[in-house]
């Protein structure tokens, strides 16, 4: 299968940069200007690293 850049793949590769950087999904839904959160939440995803890093928060 041939991968080829679309435009559209910037705005997921932005929300989940923004949720690897700690912003909240609310925020990360404005900046998209997404009227509902589900869609950004289809947009923004949390690697390994992102999940470590928010359960670590619990123990502190």
């Known amino acids: 299968m ?3 850049f679309k435009l559209h793949s910037l705005r997921h590769t932005f929300a989940t940069n ?5 912003i909240d999904i609310l925020s990360v839904k404005e900046l998209l200007g997404h009227q509902d959160i589900r869609t950004s939440m289809v947009y923004a995803k ?3 690293e992102t999940l470590r890093r928010a ?3 619990l123990k502190n």
């Not at 923004?18 to 700690?22: D, E």
Request: aromatic share 0%.
């Open 2 to 4: 041939d991968a080829e």
């Open 55 to 57: 359960v670590d928060k």
């Open 46 to 48: 949390a690697d390994t």
């Open 18 to 22: 923004l949720v690897s950087a700690g």
